[in-house]
């Protein structure tokens, strides 16, 4: 064979992920699909790229020369094992198969273990940017052996979008590292999606301002600290009339939220962990809200506020909400992080969390500004054990709580919900808080479960008596 990496699946992602490899110096991609049209049209479309077409696993396996490097861009799921399982019986001890789709991160590592029996290397690399970052360069978190990463990193250091001189991809950690950190990924752009509606709502509703002048308010936001992909496209979609109504497309776009799981992965993966990852929770918690219209029905007559409280300097209130955005949106990062810390611990993987920001920096979603200050902060602490409390993002919270409490104050009485905004400001406050009322909490559970507690004064563990004379024992 003479091609040195292939592509499997060939619909919107796998063919532009095709032509971006193609486009790159050194490369010859081979190409297959499981229906022959998709491989026909796009060599049909794209003659410039030189694909070597393949119409079969066999004539594939053929077409790549050792090791065989190919790129499975199929459906997640049973797709892709049914993929995978092709290519182990064409492939051979030292050829690597990388599956480039939205896996589950379980699957992943049962796959990698699988795999590993046959001496072929099993690579769950997550790719992020979308159908225009699959083709002008994506953020990519690849998991996987060392010995993958050999042959893998030069190839995917070549498509992958470019920061500040530097390629978007590392080698995240081994087997399901890289589908773990793609998922926490996602979830972060929930939170920050969730972060940047409920401003929306907010400056809507306080102030009366149309789509297409909030608009304007996200534009500006998007030259400063916001400065992000998300920020932008906010404007764009804001700022969108809908031809039939001749209105703001945002009001005629019905208003149920979608999702595909990664937000709930990420939920049941930080609830697993005892990581308290509230932002992407109430970002993912709004989504399945507004996509109950029955309930939504149901709720629609109960009431609001008497009256809502009037907005004396509107022009303040929407410096308020940027700044209740900046601050909420360093509590969903620093979740995010502590989710994939904890991940890691739990799974042996050795994640550099400086090098996770990097490469979130271009290509993918989220990308922004600020992830810039993130890389700072791990690089000054690489151990950092909480991203908020770095110095930059201290003080940026302490620059902006008193407008965060402001924006939620108003969101309670307006009857605006900002669920990710008000659970983001109360975590701020629980991690600050001298004391939790955990030791409540504590007291409640040794009442009626016996499960003990531990004092401030000294050490060991106690249970208070309490059907009995209700003194106090060492357990
Ligand atoms: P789809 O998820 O729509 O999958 C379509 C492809 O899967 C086709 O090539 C299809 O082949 C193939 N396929 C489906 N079932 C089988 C099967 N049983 N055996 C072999 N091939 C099968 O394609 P996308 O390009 O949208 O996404 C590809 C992957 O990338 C997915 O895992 C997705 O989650 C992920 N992804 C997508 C992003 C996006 O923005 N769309 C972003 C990041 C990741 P056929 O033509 O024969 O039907």
């Given amino acids: 064979g003479t091609a040195n990496i292939g592509v499997v699946g060939l619909a919107v992602m796998g063919a532009n992920l095709a032509r971006n490899l193609a486009s790159r ?52 799921g049973a797709a892709t094992d049914a993929m995978i399982d092709a290519l182990v019986e064409v492939f051979e001890p030292g050829d690597i198969i990388v599956d480039g789709g939205n896996a589950y991160f379980p699957d992943t590592i049962r796959r990698e273990r699988a795999v590993r029996e046959t001496g072929i290397n099993f690579v769950g690399a997550g790719i992020s940017g979308g159908e225009e970052g699959a083709l002008k360069g994506p953020s990519i978190m690849p998991g996987g052996s060392d010995e993958a990463w050999q042959t893998l990193g030069p190839i995917l250091r070549s498509i992958a979008a470019v920061a500040e001189g530097e390629p978007c991809v590392t080698h995240i950690g081994h087997d399901g590292a890289g589908h773990f950190v793609k998922m926490v990924h996602n979830g972060i752009e929930y939170a920050d999606m969730q972060l940047i509606a409920e401003a929306y709502d907010l400056i809507r509703r306080g102030t009366g301002m149309s789509p297409a002048e909030i608009a304007e308010v996200f534009a500006e936001w998007n030259r ?42 990420t939920v049941q993966t930080a609830l697993s962990l005892g990581v308290p990852a509230s932002g992407i929770a109430e970002a993912t918690f709004a989504r399945s809200l507004s996509s109950h219209p029955e309930q939504r029905a149901a709720a629609a007559g109960l009431p609001g506020p008497a009256v809502a409280p009037a907005l004396a300097d509107p022009a303040a209130f929407i410096e308020d909400v ?37 490469i979130w920096r271009a290509g993918c979603i989220i990308r922004a500004q600020f992830l810039n200050r993130i890389a700072e902060a791990y690089a000054a602490e690489p151990g950092l054990p909480l991203l908020l409390s770095a110095p930059y993002f201290a003080e940026a919270l302490g620059r902006g709580q008193a407008a965060w409490r402001r924006v939620v104050a108003h969101a309670t009485g307006a009857g605006i919900p900002a669920p990710a905004f008000a659970s983001s ?51």
């Fill in 25 to 76: 110096e050194g490369n010859t991609v081979a190409v297959y699909n499981r229906s022959p049209e998709r491989t026909r049209t796009l060599l049909a479309e794209h003659p410039e790229a030189g694909f070597v077409p393949a119409y079969s696993v066999e004539e594939f396996a053929a077409s790549l020369a050792r090791p065989r490097t190919a790129i499975i861009m199929v459906q997640a």
């Fill in 224 to 265: 400063g600290e916001l400065e992000s992909y998300l920020i932008e496209i906010t404007a764009e979609v804001l700022r969108q009339e809908d031809a039939a109504s001749g209105g703001p497309l945002v009001d005629v776009i019905l208003d149920q939220a979608g999702a595909k799981g990664t937000g709930a992965w």
């Fill in 322 to 358: 940027r700044q209740a955005l900046y601050a909420s949106k360093i509590v969903a990062y620093s979740q995010g992080f502590d989710v994939i810390r904890a991940g890691a611990a739990e799974h042996g993987w050795s994640i550099d969390l400086g090098a996770v920001s990097r």
């Fill in 425 to 475: 400001l109360a975590y701020y406050d629980g991690l600050r808080a001298e004391r939790l009322p955990a030791a409540l909490v504590q007291g409640q559970r040794d009442f009626f479960g016996a499960h003990s507690y531990r004092r401030v004064d000294r050490p060991g563990s106690f249970h208070t008596l309490w059907s009995g004379d209700r003194s106090e024992v060492e357990v």
